[in-house]
């Protein structure tokens, strides 16, 4: 069955630079667009970023872009979230998500739309 496992959170100073993973598994990864979301306590789960199949487009929320990059690696089944410069308010679980039509050139899908998801890693970052 497909599993998505992420790790790399925990509890990081402002301004720190962790990188989270997800590990793909039960399904042929390299065919299929992945996600991360984050959601903060009390609130909606948001999108952060997203990811083509081949790894060649991807999609940034305005609030971290040109601080968080994804990439992914099709050898390892993996997908992955640079984060840099972390501020208090990225603060929140962080799950990756994949969504099932293969070789998809949309990788702006609502996150309702999203097939499978992790079950997330804690980020908190202390000011």
């Known amino acids: 069955q497909v599993q998505l496992v992420e790790s790399g959170g925990g509890l990081v100073q402002s301004g720190g630079s962790p990188r989270l993973s997800c590990a793909a598994s039960?399904?042929?990864?390299?065919?299929?667009?992945m996600g991360w979301f984050r959601q903060a306590p009390g609130k909606e789960r948001e999108f952060v970023a997203s990811?083509?199949?081949?790894?060649?487009?991807?999609d940034y929320a305005d609030s971290v872009k040109g601080r968080f990059t994804i990439s992914r690696d099709n050898a390892k089944n993996t997908v992955y979230l640079q984060m840099n410069s972390l501020k208090p308010e990225d603060t929140a679980v962080y799950s990756c998500?994949?969504?099932?039509?293969?070789?998809?050139?949309?990788?702006?899908?609502?996150?309702?739309?999203?097939?499978?998801w992790g079950q997330g890693t804690q980020v908190t970052v202390s000011s």
């Open positions: 998500a994949t969504h099932l039509n293969p070789y998809g050139n949309n990788i702006n899908y609502p996150s309702r739309e999203w097939h499978y």
């Open positions: 039960g399904f042929t990864f390299r065919y299929y667009n």
């Open positions: 990811i083509n199949w081949s790894g060649g487009s991807t």
